[in-house]
């Protein structure tokens, strides 16, 4: 087990263009969560999956953003036409379902986005 | 609702001194809490979580906690801090993980 992993690490991007990020969970995981982190704040949740099922967003997702995880494994998450607001830290994490609140959720590095 | 308070955004602290980094919660159902801890360019990682049971929650690198429901706090203490536990710490609550604003412990030679 190689944990959870995303790519890229760090994209720098121009305002108006599009990105999109992927994460691959731990393998027998069948839940991922996507996360966004600001300097000098703490994470915030932006959206779910159990399986393929995106089962919450945030409204901090705005309709620029697009998550999917089509099979039940790995997850993208897309953003459109980028603003300067959206350059932060996005975390993607993915836990297995042993009850809800007993979950432990196993984070990958992190994809640093930097919109110019 | 469910909001988590870090009332420290920094803790300066001596090498093999004790520290605690404070979390506050506040929720109106059952309480599920985590630390995290953040090292530079890295993931977060689980220090420790209280789910249930024992409220003093023992968790790695020596880090323990206590769930203090009276005053609605979850304390991360460590008797004996080292250069490497130089790092950001994060409390969250419920497994949707909300997180507070991060403490970031400098420990000093």
């Known amino acids: 087990d190689t944990g959870v992993s995303q790519n890229p690490r760090h994209k720098i991007t121009k305002r108006g263009q599009n990105v999109t990020f992927r994460c691959d969970p731990i393998?027998?995981?069948?839940?991922l969560y996507w996360y966004r982190q600001t300097l000098g704040q703490g994470p915030e949740f932006l959206t779910y999956?159990?399986?393929?099922?995106?089962?919450?967003k945030s409204r901090l997702l705005s309709d620029r953003f697009s998550a999917e995880r089509p099979k039940g494994s790995f997850s993208t998450l897309e953003i459109q036409r980028t603003e300067q607001g959206d350059s932060a830290m996005y975390l993607c994490?993915?836990?297995?379902?042993?009850?809800?609140?007993?979950?432990?959720?196993?984070f990958g590095p992190g994809t640093r986005l930097l919109v110019l | 609702a469910q909001s988590v308070t870090q009332l420290d955004s920094q803790v300066p602290v001596f090498e093999e001194a004790p520290v605690e980094l404070r979390c506050n919660y506040s929720?109106?159902?059952?309480?599920?809490l985590f630390w995290y801890v953040q090292y530079p360019n890295q993931g977060l990682q689980l220090l420790l979580k209280?789910?249930?049971?024992?409220?003093l929650v023992k968790g790695i690198n020596g880090f323990e906690a206590e769930f203090n429901k009276s005053q609605t706090s979850f304390h991360l203490r460590k008797p004996s801090v080292h250069i490497s536990d130089t790092a950001e710490y994060f409390c969250?609550?419920?497994?949707?993980?909300?997180f507070g604003t991060g403490t970031r412990l400098q420990v000093f030679p």
């Open positions: 999956f159990q399986n393929e099922a995106q089962l919450e």
């Open positions: 209280y789910l249930s049971g024992s409220t």
């Open positions: 929720s109106s159902v059952s309480v599920y």
């Open positions: 994490a993915s836990s297995s379902t042993g009850g809800w609140y007993q979950e432990t959720q196993y």
């Open positions: 969250a609550v419920r497994a949707k993980l909300i």
């Open positions: 393998s027998e995981h069948n839940r």
